[in-house]
């Protein structure tokens, strides 16, 4: 991966998050957060992987109402990151925080006694 692009990739996200803590009014987007972002080599798609905390039902209207707001953001995008062409956003779910989660409570349950060594 090229310098400008790996620059690219995280000026994305960062602008991304701030976008989507303070711009977007959508009342079906929950707790979403950036996780990650790959930039096509053209610059003409842009993944961004999401983690939304909540239910599966939660999970599902925070990624519909970021695909509704999939313009909204590109018009953003392409307003604060300075770019040769502004990239087509593709929203992917990232589970990567939730099975996290997970294997801490697995490990918690193992140690039997809640986390506290003695």
């Known amino acids: 991966m090229s310098d400008r692009i790996a620059r690219?990739?995280?000026?994305?996200?960062?602008?991304?998050s701030v976008i989507l803590q303070r711009e977007i009014k959508d009342p079906?987007?929950?707790?979403?957060?950036?996780?990650?972002?790959e930039l096509s080599r053209d610059q003409s798609y842009c993944k961004v992987y999401i983690s939304v905390f909540g239910s599966e039902?939660?999970?599902d209207d925070s990624m519909q109402a970021l695909k509704r707001a999939a313009g909204f953001i590109r018009t953003e995008i392409g307003q604060r990151v300075r770019m040769r062409k502004t990239p087509e956003f593709r929203f992917v779910y990232d589970s990567s925080l939730e099975q996290g989660a997970r294997i801490n409570a697995i490990l918690?349950?193992?140690?039997?006694?809640?986390?506290?060594?003695?």
């Open 8 to 16: 690219l990739n995280e000026e994305i996200k960062r602008e991304v």
């Open 108 to 118: 918690k349950d193992i140690r039997g006694d809640g986390g506290s060594e003695s």
């Open 57 to 59: 039902e939660e999970r």
């Open 28 to 37: 079906r987007l929950g707790f979403a957060s950036v996780t990650d972002v």
